[in-house]
């Protein structure tokens, strides 16, 4: 079974983006017994309809790809690439957008929402779910985890995907998505949606300093010190459930129902919780930031590795659509 996903290099990574699909990308790795192999991914040409500095992309890069080696991608289990590295996929875009209707892309939210936000779209954006379908199906991936906004882009695959095989035989693989049930959406500082473009990120790896400052912002009701509070809305609480056991979670429940403490109190437990979790990567994270030549030469076989599998499935496809005469 093939499990692929990419991320973005569009900015700084956090705790939404891990809960949601880093955590589960690195679980996936083969689990010893030749069951599943992962295929990972920086989706640098798709950052592309975002960012236009160059240094800026360039150093995102690099991050992103140091930052998922800290956190356990594993370059000999997995396929660990950059997108433009391999741009055998461009190729696969251009074939599948013929296979995609143009009111498929038009539903599209992402598109929508950025649309509707005033984002000035590009026919890039407008095209990208067509690239994110070469990406999956150019490795015959099984399953993609993503988040939850991602899943109509995979369903949208699925379509176009079908829509080719209907026309030229059985020669797609089609993808399912992957969503854990806990974690679908993980909570910004204001309680909308953690994403790096609202401005209510809690980062990683930031310092002990930006991190606390990012979770002292977390909205909350205004409940005093002897009040009982409620726990099942509360956005600190929210957060919490991603780091804590259920029998820390039961302990957590109850200082809630006791006067006493303040949300000031619950969110420095979310600080150290969050402090431990991350700690044991941030050293790992050091050497490959001090080491960039021992980053690329990671990404540069990876790509060699994920290369050779497009150009055997690209060649497949160019000879059923009729491009090898
Ligand atoms: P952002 O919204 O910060 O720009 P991206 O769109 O780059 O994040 O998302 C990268 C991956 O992380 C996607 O698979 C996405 O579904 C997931 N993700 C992003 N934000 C969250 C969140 N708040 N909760 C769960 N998953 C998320
Ligand atoms: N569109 C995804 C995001 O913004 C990133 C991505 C690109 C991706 N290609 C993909 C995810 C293929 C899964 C599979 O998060």
Redesign the pocket.
């Known amino acids: 079974m093939r499990i692929l996903s990419g ?2 290099p ?2 700084t990574i ?1 705790i ?2 891990y ?3 880093i955590k589960k990308m690195i679980e996936s790795q083969d689990d010893g017994q030749g069951n599943r192999e992962l295929f990972a991914f920086i989706a640098s040409y798709h950052a592309l309809t975002s960012v236009k500095d160059k240094e800026f992309l360039q150093k995102n890069i690099f991050e992103a790809a140091v930052n998922f080696l800290a956190l356990g991608m594993d370059p000999e289990k997995s396929t660990f690439w950059v997108q433009s590295d391999v741009p055998e996929v461009l190729e696969l875009y251009w074939i599948l957008s013929n296979h995609t209707p143009m009111g498929l892309l038009e539903r599209a939210h992402s598109y929508k929402d950025k649309t509707a936000k005033g984002i000035n779209a590009n026919h890039g954006l407008f095209s990208y779910p067509v690239l994110m379908a070469a990406d999956i199906l150019l490795f015959d991936s099984n399953i993609v985890p ?5 899943i109509q882009h995979v369903e949208m695959t699925r379509d176009i995907a079908a829509t080719f095989n209907h026309t030229y035989g059985d020669i797609l693989t089609i993808p399912e998505h992957k969503i854990d049930t806990v ?4 909570p ?1 500082t204001d309680g909308a ?5 609202y401005g209510n ?1 809690i980062d990683m790896f930031g310092t002990k300093k930006g991190i606390k400052k990012q979770v002292m912002k977390i909205v909350t009701d205004s409940k005093e010190l002897e009040d009982i509070k409620e726990w099942d809305s509360c956005n600190v609480y929210t957060l919490c459930q991603l780091f804590m056991s259920d029998d820390e979670l039961v302990e957590l429940q109850k200082r809630y129902a006791t006067p006493g403490e303040g949300y000031g109190h619950f969110k420095l437990t979310l600080l150290d919780k969050i402090n431990e979790h991350f700690s044991p990567f941030a050293q790992r994270r050091e050497h490959y930031l001090n080491n960039p030549d021992e980053v690329k030469e990671i990404l540069a076989h990876g790509a060699s590795k994920a290369r050779k599998i497009a150009q055997e499935k690209l060649k497949i496809i160019r000879d059923a659509v009729g491009l090898n005469y």
Not at 193 to 197: G, L, P, R, T, V
């Open positions: 991320i973005q569009s900015g956090h939404g983006n809960f949601g699909m993503v988040g939850k906004d991602q974690v679908q959406s993980v910004g949606k953690m994403s790096k473009s990120t």
